[in-house]
């Protein structure tokens, strides 16, 4: 893949949902179904318009102001357990990411707009949590979320890494905003379920791949090696 200077990247940060692990389309339908309980109506469009890389304080608030309803209190917590449940027999990892993960030549961590208990369980269900430890870092830590840097940089300074150091693989326009905002290289990631049937109209200069096979060679180690982090 052109267009990223592989030589100047110490760190991979990876968003989770969408990237990691192929969950945006079993959250939209949870948040469908939850938001229809209340007698509020969208579709899987506007979840993929509005919703996707955001925190859902953000999303939250955007269907109070969209539908000028009030939400009951219990409204997330309701979600996130009605979302862990579909997760523990429905979510499963991206194509390929397993084979990658290990093969990976430079450091790596989490960055994600999802809850700690959200992320921690994802990983744990997928298997994917033996690639991280504890190097998993949610907006939760940081004063502003998508699309503002305070992430992403929270991130790097965590893992002793320089910003421009430091390459963001997204599959969000807040995700997309946010790497450019805190001067990091990017990759779109668009092999997720979310993105199936869906034209991309990307901003300038940004570079997306839809399978893990694409991934920069030159961040890779040999297929017989592991990096141990």
């Not at 707009?113 to 949610?138: A, C, E, K, N, Q």
């Not at 002793?160 to 995700?175: H, K, N, T």
């Not at 990759?187 to 300038?204: A, I, K, M, V």
């Not at 040999?222 to 990096?227: H, K, N, R, V, Y």
């Amino acid at each position: 893949m052109t267009g990223i200077d592989t030589s100047r990247v110490d760190l991979v940060i990876f968003d989770c949902d969408g990237v990691l692990i192929d969950s945006e389309i079993i959250s939209a339908a949870v948040l469908i179904e939850q938001a229809a309980a209340l007698g509020i109506r969208f579709d899987f469009d506007y979840v993929r318009r509005h919703f996707i890389g955001r925190s859902f304080p953000t999303v939250a608030k955007t269907i109070r102001e969209d539908y000028d309803r009030s939400l009951p209190a219990d409204f997330e917590q309701r979600y996130r357990a009605a979302l862990l449940e579909r997760f523990e027999t429905e979510l499963h990892t991206t194509e390929g990411i397993e084979a990658l993960l290990p093969r990976l030549g430079v450091m790596s961590c989490v960055a994600t707009s999802s809850s700690p208990p959200r992320v921690l369980r994802s990983l744990s269900i997928t298997g994917l949590d033996r690639f991280f430890g504890h190097r998993v870092y949610t907006a939760s830590q940081v004063e502003r979320g998508k699309p503002a840097p305070d992430l992403f940089l929270f991130a790097a300074q965590s893992m002793g890494v320089a910003p421009e150091r430091a390459l963001v693989i997204e599959d969000s326009f807040p995700g997309i905003d946010a790497a450019q905002a805190a001067g990091m290289q990017l990759l779109l990631y668009t092999g997720g379920g979310h993105f199936s049937g869906s034209r991309l109209d990307l901003p300038p200069g940004v570079l997306s791949f839809d399978h893990w096979r694409d991934f920069p060679v030159h961040l890779l180690r040999p297929e017989q090696e592991e990096f141990s982090q």
